[in-house]
């Protein structure tokens, strides 16, 4: 037996065993790594995802929330509080399907906005150009009692800056005046319930 030869293929077997054990001690490392990171990554992911997620819920919860505590004219896209009458009105919800029973209800708070614009317009045409005689219009003693009444004329005048019987023009400026402060006062403080950008938008559909 050679007996040199053999400690020499002893000496590349033990070597090559050692790379071999070294080679995959390190792959496994890796592959560990590996799998750690994208255990982390996938938990990541899923974190942000429901964070994503919770926060829309939460949001349209917020929304729901501030929809079904709204007033009564904002839910129904009439912030006026418009009547209903036999007429309808574009952009009117039909009456067999209005879940009110007293007032109109619009599909787009637009038109809602529109509807209160046109209203003040045909009490112009019919001489009804001051805060009191549209108010007493509007809301009249006998559904508000006269002190009522009187103190939706005198808030209505301070918001619009006239006194109760001066008289108007049916433009923009009395108008858009007129229908901001009806709105709150229909509404209640604590928001604007008619913006600018209500009162331009429902000025173009009135042509």
């Known amino acids: 037996m050679d007996l040199e030869k053999l400690s020499k293929d002893k000496r590349l ?7 071999t054990v070294s080679l995959l001690t390190i792959l496994i490392y890796n592959y560990r790594r590996e799998i750690s ?8 992911v899923a974190k942000a995802t429901t964070a994503k997620y919770s926060k829309q819920f939460i949001n349209y919860l ?17 912030p006026g509080n418009i ?4 007429s309808l009105w574009n952009g009117e919800i039909p009456h067999e399907e209005n879940s009110d029973g007293r007032f109109k209800q619009f599909y787009d708070y637009t038109y809602g906005v529109r509807a209160l614009m046109l209203n003040l317009k045909s009490y112009f045409d019919k001489g009804k150009n001051t805060v009191r ?15 009522g009444t009187e103190a939706y004329v005198q808030a209505v005048s301070k918001a619009v800056g006239v ?3 001066t008289v108007l023009t049916f433009d923009k400026k009395y108008v858009n005046g007129l229908v901001k402060a009806i709105a709150q006062h229909e509404n209640g403080s604590g ?11 429902a000025w173009s559909l009135m042509t």
């Open 62 to 78: 917020g929304k729901v929330g501030q929809i079904l505590t709204a007033p009564r004219g904002v839910r129904n896209n009439n």
């Open 163 to 165: 006194k109760p019987d």
């Open 83 to 86: 009547n209903q009458t036999t």
């Open 37 to 44: 990171k994208t255990a982390g990554n996938v938990v990541s």
């Open 133 to 147: 005689k549209i108010i007493e219009t509007w809301a009249p003693a006998a559904e508000n009692g006269n002190a």
């Open 13 to 19: 077997y033990w070597g090559l065993g050692i790379a």
């Open 191 to 201: 928001d604007q319930w008619v913006t600018d950008v209500h009162l331009t938008k």
